[in-house]
């Protein structure tokens, strides 16, 4: 009975949601009102429909409902509460459950807090997400729908897989998935104020709190998806270029500038038609994703077993979004003038680099993931890039973008002087150099000319954004002077920072050691020893383990029990290693188990790692750059003043 | 200066950095492709002697042997009409046992042994990596065109 009244409820959703995508902008384009105005009212209702098809899938897997084939795939009665809940979103058919429904909540965020933009242009903007729900809730019905039954059911489930049976794996997809799908909305503000032919300012500024709230979501995802990589896979790396991890980098890449192009676009009106197509890239580039991940087209830790079919549904689905964009792009891009000017040397200029610089970046990510399967489609033989292709490839890319960050968030609007410029960051420059110095001869292992360079940069980046800061300050030398805007800004670029100088101690300084030991056996790592102790066998509510105990010691003193697992699931019989972590803000010890060798002796690795917090609490403070950057006063204001001209823009092209 | 020397200056700037982004991209890729190839077409001698390349197919049951005292590890990679043997010096992966689908990369050794400094296993159990499927289809045809040429004889 629950499963139907799941089915049913995704049909009314796809219903509302085919609604949604007619009326509206039907209702737009004939400047019919009470059809605009059904607008939100769908918005809301589509979510509150999947809301329940979500919560009667949770429901499900809560009283162990095996007859639901997804719920037998995925959950088994011993499976911990809190794995039940997370495992309606550990699979292919859940997972889009839970973006579909997320995309609908954004909409309806959409018609909650923009209600001082022009009822014409939410409509618009609700219309298209409308339409990017029926693709998403077809997709869901016709290839993987959540809700099928399995005949006969089974008496017991076959377990949810033991990777994802980790608290970091809860929060990670719907994290990444609320990025990926919010930047559905500045996509959608994009193609509306195409179809409404007014791209002006106004829009830039309704979409830039929006682009900033999926950015932010879908850094945290990926910084938690890093940190779940790095303790749970027992490989103690934080990025590994799968194919899976580049693509949420990539709209990660272009979201990030579009939002620095959405600045130029808002304050100074330039850069107008380039950002519209950001826009549409960045979403773009989130279907390509999820194409890749669910295709079964690609070798990678996440493509767990996938199917074609999905795959030709979302590249036609991909195809469809793109290339009528692109067309309604080519359409209007004649009409979009940005008929602002500003000298070589000015902020403009250097927000125009970044742009340029992130999305040669994009392009190099994107030819190394796809170039296996163009290889592959051309008969040319079966190929894997290798890591060190992207390790290159983007430090050399993005190195001068760093650099640049400094003089980009010091330098004015319009124009500028060379002058003044080196003024102002003369003393930051020489402080990162004279530090970064003393550090790499003073305060690391060895000398190694990419630390210099890292460390000089990313102390760089905080001088001069130091700087920048104290510069926004006047002419009262007030904190308060600086509005939300610039701090979340210098935050997002301190973030950068911590971030650079995080990957340049891990890349350089970590020591990565597969030793074999015998219980009693010590192995001396630097400054830092490990005593094994031995192994034994413990038991989880779903798995058994054998349970290693080491005694990590700095010189003579103790400083960590550490307890690595090698897990056996039950169920699965999937063995699973748990790596023992002691983390601190400037080192990492991290012990994995490897194999039994005999005679009590084991295979570890045992692994230092200088600096590597530094790496998600750079992106943690990103985030919580752009969330300052995203509650910006002016985006109320300008709210509150464009209140009472709404009806008047209203139905301008009725 | 003129507008229109500007953007002329902004054009050729921006095209000099995609040409320098480009070549060097097109560098780095070209430098760290490796193919892929099963053991039988590596019997063939399809596989570049000299280049790193990856190795798939089933582990053979009852082939992995571990030395003793150091972390070396030899077992045969099979698609059930050649083999190769593989060594490697490491923690093998979670998921990596006998019987089961696996990718090695590396490069070929004089003595035909292939040494793996990588060894990639699945990461569920009804996973096949897509190469892995395709060299056990081909060999599986390789084998069966083999048995078939035997019995006309």
């Known amino acids: ?654 | 200066m003129k507008a229109r020397h500007k953007r002329f200056g902004f054009i050729v700037l921006g095209l000099a950095i995609l040409a320098v982004a480009a070549t060097l991209v097109l560098k780095a890729l070209e430098g760290n492709l490796s193919y892929f190839f099963s053991p039988t077409e590596v019997t063939e001698g399809k596989a570049p002697a000299d280049h790193v390349f990856r190795l798939g197919g089933m582990v053979e049951e009852g082939s992995v042997q571990r030395a003793r005292g150091d972390l070396t590890v030899n077992f045969v990679v099979t698609d059930h009409h050649k083999t190769i043997k593989v060594a490697y010096s490491g923690i093998l992966p979670d998921l990596f046992e006998e019987g089961q689908g696996v990718i090695a990369q590396g490069r070929l050794g004089p003595d035909g042994t292939f040494v793996a400094e990588e060894v990639l296993a699945k990461h569920d159990e009804n996973y096949m990596p897509p190469e892995v499927a395709h060299a056990m289809k081909a060999g599986e045809q390789a084998r069966m065109q083999g048995t078939l040429a035997e019995q006309k004889l």
């Open chain 1, 1 to 654: 009975m629950i499963p139907e009244l799941g089915q049913i409820t995704l049909a009314l959703a796809l219903a509302l949601a085919l609604v949604q995508g007619i009326l509206p902008l039907w209702g737009a384009q004939r400047g019919v009102s009470s059809w605009i105005a059904l607008a939100r009212p769908l918005a809301r209702l589509q979510t509150v429909a999947l809301a329940l098809a979500f919560a009667l899938l949770t429901y499900s897997f809560l009283i162990h409902d095996f007859s639901v084939a997804y719920v037998a795939h995925n959950s088994n009665t011993r499976l911990p509460t809190q794995y039940l809940v997370s495992a309606v979103w550990g699979a292919h058919e859940g997972s889009l459950l839970l973006w579909a429904l997320i995309l609908s909540a954004w909409g309806s965020a959409v018609a909650y807090f923009s209600r001082s933009v022009p009822d014409v242009v939410v409509a618009r903007v609700l219309g298209v997400l409308g339409l990017v729900g029926v693709g998403f809730l077809l997709f869901m019905i016709l290839t993987s729908n959540p809700f099928d039954r399995l005949v006969p059911s089974p008496m017991e489930g076959r377990d949810l897989n033991p990777l994802l049976q980790d608290p970091g794996l809860v929060i990670h997809p719907p994290m990444l998935y609320m990025g990926y799908v919010g930047f559905a909305i500045p996509f959608a503000f994009a193609v509306a104020a195409m179809i409404g032919g007014q791209l002006d300012a106004a829009w830039a500024r309704w979409s830039r709190p929006w682009t900033h709230a999926a950015w932010i979501f879908l850094t945290l995802g990926i910084a938690l998806g890093s940190w779940w990589a790095y303790y749970e896979l027992g490989w103690g790396g934080w990025w590994f270029w799968d194919p899976v991890e580049n693509a949420s980098f990539l709209p990660w890449l272009v979201g990030t500038a579009l939002m620095h192009s959405l600045a130029v676009t808002e304050k100074r009106g330039a850069f107008k038609a380039w950002t519209v197509l950001l826009a549409i890239f960045a979403f773009s580039l989130s279907l390509l994703g999820t194409f890749l991940v669910r295709s079964g087209v690609l070798t990678s830790v996440h493509a767990f077993a996938s199917d074609p079919g999905r795959g030709v549904f979302i590249l036609m689905f991909l195809f469809a979004v793109v290339g009528s964009s692109l067309l309604l792009y080519a359409i209007r891009a004649n009409e979009i003038k940005s008929s602002v000017r500003f000298e070589m040397l000015s902020r403009e200029t250097f927000l125009l680099l970044n742009n340029a610089i992130l999305l040669v970046a994009t392009v190099a990510v994107l030819l190394g993931t796809l170039y296996p399967l163009i290889a592959d489609a051309l008969q040319l033989g079966k190929i894997s890039v290798g890591r060190p292709y992207f390790d290159t490839v983007f430090m050399i890319l993005t190195l001068p973008l760093v650099a640049l960050v400094g003089i980009g968030s010091i330098s004015r609007w319009k124009r500028d002087s060379g002058e003044r410029l080196w003024k102002r960051l003369r003393l930051p420059a020489l402080v990162a150099l004279v530090l970064a110095t003393a550090h790499s001869l003073l305060l690391v292992p060895f000398f190694n000319p990419l630390t210099l360079l890292g460390m000089a940069l990313g102390l760089w980046v905080v001088a001069s954004t130091l700087t920048a800061l104290r510069d926004r300050m006047r002419p009262h030398n007030n904190l308060r002077h600086i509005p939300r805007g610039f701090w979340g800004m210098a935050l997002g670029h301190l973030g950068l920072a911590v971030f650079v100088i995080g990957v340049t101690m891990v890349e350089t300084y970590s020591v990565e050691k597969d030793i074999r030991l015998a219980p009693g056996e010590t192995y001396a790592m630097g400054e830092y020893s490990f005593e094994f102790k031995g192994v034994d066998t413990v038991t989880g509510p779903n798995y058994t383990a054998f349970e290693g105990a080491v005694v990590a010691r700095h010189g003579e003193r103790e400083i960590a029990q550490l307890t690595p697992q090698k897990r056996t699931y039950l169920v699965q019989k999937m063995p699973m290693t748990e790596a023992a972590i002691d983390a601190g803000l400037f080192r990492d010890l991290y012990v994995a188990l490897g194999e039994d060798l005999g005679d009590g002796a084991w295979s570890l690795r045992v692994y230092h790692k200088p600096f590597i917090r530094w790496i998600w609490l750079g992106t943690l403070i990103m985030a919580l750059g752009g969330l300052i950057a995203a509650t910006d006063r002016r985006y109320r204001a300008l709210a509150r003043r464009a209140a009472p001209t709404a009806g008047a823009t209203g139905t301008a092209r009725g």
